[in-house]
Each structure stands twice: as structure tokens, then as C-alpha cells.
């Protein structure tokens, strides 16, 4: 199995839902007053079978008007139309803006040979909430295309992808674990979005359930430390995948390099 993580910046976003770009050695924090400061990043999963991509990110293109999702996985050896199944944790914009882009005026699947895992809550509850976090429009594009592979509650795709819904971030958020030749790779999606989120507790008040998003990541931190998982950090600052150590009652990250795994 091989990872990459798929950099597609760092933005400041604040309650208009609005994401800017947001480079720390141009920008100046105290210009974007009430923001929140996010790294973006979504994940390549090479398997033996399958080529997946776990949440999309914003779907941003870079100077040139190619999208960033594709030329990172150009980047890292692969064709952006080989990619046969996208996961998909929740629909926050930050990460299902990249299902779909607008491709010389036409707004087209990002991945058009890919089945779309979503869990069917979520997706309900993103057309019934009116919150500013989903893009409906978005969903539209996606619905028609008839790639939308449903899933409910906890299960498992196949014997290497299971799927457990955590709520937390969102009521219907959910995480992956995926498992091949003995490695496992765990995906928290906003549960567990950086590694700096294990080394203290505290209750975000981005989540739709606080208390509980913390508690979930202490449980999936000692699973990761006892299982020896590689885990995906979505808005890692610092490390972008890394297996966790616990020592004392204390959690240690240790960094794990992009590509193969093991």
C-alpha cells in the first residue's frame, strides 16, 4: 500500500465560509480578523485493486487553471483518471468541494471513472440544514452523474475498507480503516484532522459535538497506538501521516514519509 498526501494549500476562512489563500510569509493574521486558519490536504491510496482518494478537498486550481487535486496526483505518479473510488468522511466545503470542478465552463465529476462513498445522513442532512458549510450545487452535479455509492451507520466496503460513523464534527461524520498486507491506515477525517489534537485535550468549538469529538480522538489515538495505524491528519499544520506512540499516558507522534507504506 502506498500514501500521499494531496497539499492543496493553507487558507483563512471565517462565518461567511469564505476560504482565502493564506501564506503566512505574505499574509498577515490581524488583516482576517475572526478567521480560522486551516491547512487543506486530502489523501492518495494506492492498493492492490484500487485507486482512492479519501475527501477532495476545496477543489482549487492553481495559476495555470489546473486543478490542484490533479497536478498533486500527477505529481506522485499517477493519472487523475485512474482513481476508482473517492471516501468521503463528511460534506463540509474544505472537504467536498473537489467532488466536482468547472472545466472550461462545464461543471464535471473530479474523478469521472470513481464510485462516490457517502454516507446517506450526511448527505440528507446537507440538503435539509441550509448551513453555509455545504454547497448544495456541489451535490447536484454529483447526484446526476449516478456515481454515489450510499452507505449507513458502521460496515465495511469490502475486506480492506470499513467505515464507522462517529458524529462529532458533524451529526453524521464518519472515519475510515483501511487494511492491506498487515498495515492499517486510518483516515479521522475533522475527528482527528492534526496531530497536535492528540498531544492535548480540548473542545473545538468549530464541532457540531465538541465533547464528544474529544473523546473520540482519545480512542482512536490508543486503537492507533496499540494497533500500530498510520493516521491521514486532513489540516495538518506539521505531519501530514503518522503513527502514534503512547508512553505514560501520553501521545507521541511519529512521522511517516509519503509512498510506501511498511
Known amino acids: 500500500m502506498k500514501v500521499f498526501p494531496l497539499f492543496e494549500g493553507s487558507y483563512s476562512v471565517d462565518k461567511s465560509k469564505k476560504f482565502l489563500p493564506f501564506d503566512p510569509a505574505i499574509h498577515q493574521a490581524k488583516d482576517r480578523p475572526a478567521s480560522l486558519f486551516i491547512y487543506v490536504q486530502a489523501f492518495l491510496i494506492e492498493m492492490s485493486d484500487s485507486l482512492i482518494v479519501i475527501d477532495t478537498g476545496l ?3 492553481n495559476e495555470d487553471g489546473h486543478l490542484l487535486i ?4 500527477r505529481k506522485a ?3 487523475p483518471e485512474d482513481v476508482n473510488l473517492v471516501l468521503m468522511s463528511h460534506l463540509h466545503y474544505d472537504h467536498a468541494g473537489g467532488m466536482v470542478w468547472d472545466n472550461d ?8 471513472n470513481a464510485e462516490y462513498v457517502i454516507n446517506r445522513d450526511e448527505w440528507e442532512m446537507a440538503y435539509s440544514s441550509n448551513s453555509p458549510s455545504y454547497k448544495t450545487e456541489i451535490f447536484d452535479i454529483v447526484q446526476r452523474s449516478g456515481c454515489i455509492r450510499f452507505i449507513e451507520g458502521n ?14 464534527h458533524s451529526p453524521f461524520h464518519q472515519v475510515f480503516l483501511i487494511s ?7 483516515f479521522g477525517g475533522d475527528v482527528l484532522p492534526e ?10 468549538k468549530y464541532d457540531y459535538d465538541g465533547a464528544r469529538s474529544m473523546e473520540l480522538r482519545e480512542e482512536f489515538g490508543t486503537l492507533a497506538a496499540k494497533e500500530n495505524w498510520v493516521c491521514l ?24 514519509e509519503s509512498g510506501l507504506i511498511g
Not at 465552463?105 to 469521472?112: A, D, K, Q, S, V
Not at 475486506?159 to 462529532?168: K, R
Not at 492491506?180 to 486510518?186: D, L, Q, R, S
Not at 491528519?233 to 511517516?256: C, P, Q, T
Open 77 to 79: 505518479g499517477y493519472d
Open 233 to 256: 491528519f486532513y489540516h495538518a499544520k506539521s505531519e501530514a501521516m503518522g503513527r502514534v506512540e503512547l508512553a505514560d499516558g501520553a501521545f507521541k507522534i511519529r512521522k511517516v
Open 155 to 168: 460496515g465495511s466496503l469490502d475486506e480492506h475498507i470499513s467505515y464507522e460513523v462517529t458524529g462529532g
Open 105 to 112: 465552463g462545464i461543471m464535471e465529476l473530479t474523478f469521472p
Open 70 to 73: 490533479h497536478e498533486n496526483i
Open 59 to 61: 477543489g482549487f486550481k
Open 195 to 204: 496531530p497536535e489534537q492528540l498531544l492535548r485535550k480540548f473542545k473545538a
Open 180 to 186: 492491506e498486507n498487515g498495515e492499517k491506515v486510518f
